[in-house]
Each structure stands twice: as C-alpha cells, then as structure tokens.
C-alpha cells in the first residue's frame, strides 16, 4: 500500500467546517483513499473513501485532487464528538486487503 | 456492516500468564484480522487470522508470542503469551465483509494492562 502523510493535529472551533489535509503522491491507479477516525477508547471507524471523484455521505465529505495525490476530508460542521485521530488510508478495493495504519491527524474540536 | 463482540473489554495480568481474547462476529466475513495499539500510538497489524489453517503473521510477530485461533468463519481467538509490562496494549479484532462497501469494521477492543 502506498503510504500517507498527515499533520499530527489540528484545532477546529465547533460548529465550523473541519478540513482534514491528506498527502499520498505514490498512490497507484487501483488505490482508493479511505478515512477512518478513532474516537478515545474505541475501535477505528469507517467514514468514507473515494477513487477519483469527490464523495459525499451523511457524515463527511472527499475532495479528491485531480493528479490523487492528495486528498482532504471536510467535516461540514463540526461538533466535540467529532474530536478524534482520523487516519487516511489509500489500499486497493478488493476487500480483502489489510489495513496499514499511519500515525494520523488529532483533531480536537474546540468549544 | 458487521456487528463484532470482543472479550474481555478489559484485564489486569499478571506478568509471565497468558490471556486469550475473543472475537465474535454476527456473520460470515471473508478476512479476519488482529491489532495492537500500544498507548500514544497507531494500529499495529498483528496477523490475519485464516479460517481453518495457521495465521499470518506480520513483521515482528511470532506465533510462539501470538497465537491465534479461527475454527470457522466468525469466530477467532488471539493468545497473548508469557506476557510482560510491555504487551499493556489495546488489541482490536477486524473484519471485513466481501465487496464490502464500508471496508472494515473494528471491534471495540480488549485494553490490557500487565503488572
């Protein structure tokens, strides 16, 4: 899997949009970017992944750059449950590929 | 998505026993997978636990020290050996459904602390 890099953390004032910076230059072709974020004490959870175009869901949103060398995930209006470590991913989609942690971004969403 | 149950959420241990952690999931999966989250850091992949042979192991990790279990398709059991101060960790059971489309899911870990 190609590899990511994050800022270690990043501060958001609560009720502002979050946007959560993502560099992977050696992504291959077959490589989606996936986020997943990781409230204290809990497993990692799924947020959203994308190929090439932007994405969109209830939770967040993908901006994709056109070259896939990086990517920035937008948490549209933050709160302080969504202060945690989000960590991008870029993996092939075939399912059954493991998954290879980064060291990820902090956010803290401040009040 | 998958629903995974891990046991024990939590241990206290004894240095020099071994724990052995469980991880069940409410329906088949094609990919098994043990981490480890050592404190202040990320997810470490342990091994991918296969269903009905040996496991695979990562860089770093041995079965003697990890041995790991998965007698059917939702079912897997990781053994922390002989352990010492430095396995305090939180070990995550993964899974991953085929063609998933939400990728992994995670379970919500066992927090080990060694004494």
Known sequence: DAKTTQPPSMDCAEGRAANLPCNHSTISGNEY????RQIHSQGPQYII???????TNEMA???????RKSSTLILPHATLRDTAVYYCIVRVNFGNEKLTFGTGTRLTIIP | SAVISQK?????????????????????VTMMFWYRQQPGQSLTLIATANQGSEATYES???IDKFP??????????????????????????????????DGYTFGSGTRLTVV
């Open chain 2, 8 to 28: 024990p959420s939590r241990d206290i241990c004894q240095r020099g026993t071994s724990l052995t952690i469980q991880c069940q999931v409410d329906s088949q």
């Open chain 2, 68 to 101: 790991i279990s998965r007698p059917n398709l939702t079912f897997s059991t990781l053994t922390v050996s002989n352990m010492s101060p430095e396995d305090s960790s939180i070990y995550l059971c993964s899974v991953v459904l085929w063609q998933s489309v």
């Open chain 1, 49 to 55: 992944h994308g190929l090439k175009n932007n994405e």
């Open chain 1, 33 to 36: 970017v996936y986020w997943y």
């Open chain 2, 60 to 62: 770093g990790f041995v």
């Open chain 1, 61 to 67: 949103s993908l901006i994709i750059t056109e070259d």
